[in-house]
């Protein structure tokens, strides 16, 4: 009963903090278990379903029985399951200049890939990145998910981007930052391939990349 209270009063002070949800400790309670599993997030994470029900929207597998995408309009509902669902939509956030929303730059890409590479490692759960149905959102959740499949799982851009080529609806792709008509469309692919080009001249290196050098 203790142990109860515990976990709903640190669910009750993450829920005050200002309407969001500020993560660095997950706590994930599987079914019939007395006791939680701490999970260290390095990245503030807003929206996290803890023990969710597995999403009965369509998902796309990404790794067999361990982790899926999900892009629905809304959040998991949190019931009693061994799953872990997390959403980055208001944490990872892309600075437009006009009307381009994206993709996210190498530093945000390198903290989401090391987080769900950590998450991956040290729990046992199924896993579900969340995102909605706003294009922009979407198009960052599949270019953030297809980098990890590159970088983690040493897959080429055309093997992470099967994934997600058959999604519907398809994904807006990324523009100029200008204001007038696009000339140029940018897809997730493209942005892949520049990534998986960067590693393979070693210009960037994730185990060597320092995120606070290159936002400073």
């Not at 070693?202 to 606070?212: A, E, H, L, Q, S």
Request: charged fraction near 30%.
């Amino acid at each position: 009963k203790r142990k109860k209270r515990k976990i709903k009063k640190v669910q009750k002070m993450k829920k005050e903090k200002a309407g969001k949800i500020v993560v660095n400790q997950v706590l994930v309670v599987e079914k019939g278990e007395k006791g939680a599993m701490n999970i260290d997030i390095s990245i503030n994470i807003k929206k996290i379903v803890e023990a969710g029900k597995e999403a009965k929207v369509k998902k796309e597998e990404i790794e067999k029985g361990r982790l899926y995408w999900i892009s629905d309009s809304k959040a998991p509902k949190s019931k009693t399951s061994k799953a872990l669902y997390f959403c980055i939509d208001e944490v990872l956030c892309y600075e437009a200049f006009c009307y381009d929303f994206g993709p996210l730059n190498l530093a945000m890409t390198h903290k989401f890939v090391m987080e769900v590479n950590k998450i991956m490692q040290k729990q046992k759960h199924k896993i579900y990145h969340y995102t909605s149905l706003a294009d922009d959102k979407r198009a960052n959740a599949a270019y953030l998910m297809g980098a990890y499949l590159v970088i983690c799982k040493k897959l080429s851009a055309e093997e992470a981007w099967s994934y997600f080529k058959d999604v519907k609806p398809k994904f807006v792709p990324f523009r100029d930052a200008i204001s007038g008509p696009c000339t140029f469309e940018c897809t997730i692919l493209d942005c892949l391939r520049g990534l998986q080009y960067a590693i393979e001249l070693g210009w960037y290196n994730p185990k060597t990349f320092k995120v606070k050098e290159y936002t400073s």
